[in-house]
């Protein structure tokens, strides 16, 4: 079993920064994309950030050049380091881990309890 918590969320003024954590655990294997999403009220769950395996990395396009996905394999535990915060970037943030226990085990496609980032001043 896979557990993945998450922590780092918080009330930011506009402009500001915070970096978000998710420790995963449990019978991890392999750990193919460590990512996180955002949900806003009345809004879709969105991809925010992503990062694979074989170091590649995927932005929403609202977020490139200010959010930054970083992953330490050695701790199962992917980042999201925010910066340059904006109203619109209050959500509640997901952490999201696909992997595969082993190798006669299915993949596993798992997410995180949330945590709510809100920006206002």
């Known amino acids: 079993q896979v557990q993945l918590v998450e922590s780092g969320g918080g009330l930011v003024q506009p402009g500001g920064s915070l970096r978000l954590s998710c420790v995963v655990s449990?019978?991890?294997?392999?750990?193919?994309?460590m990512g996180w999403y955002r949900q806003a009220p009345g809004k879709q769950r969105e991809l925010v950030a992503a990062?694979?395996?074989?170091?590649?990395?995927n932005y929403a396009d609202s977020v490139k050049g200010r959010f930054t996905i970083s992953r330490d394999n050695a701790k199962n535990t992917v980042y999201l380091q925010m910066s340059s915060l904006k109203s619109e970037d209050t959500a509640v943030y997901y952490c999201?881990?696909?992997?595969?226990?082993?190798?006669?085990?299915?993949?596993?496609?798992?997410w995180g309890q949330g945590t709510q980032v809100t920006v206002s001043s």
């Open positions: 990062s694979t395996s074989i170091g590649t990395t």
């Open positions: 449990g019978s991890i294997g392999n750990l193919y994309v």
């Open positions: 999201n881990v696909k992997g595969r226990a082993y190798s006669w085990t299915p993949q596993y496609d798992l």
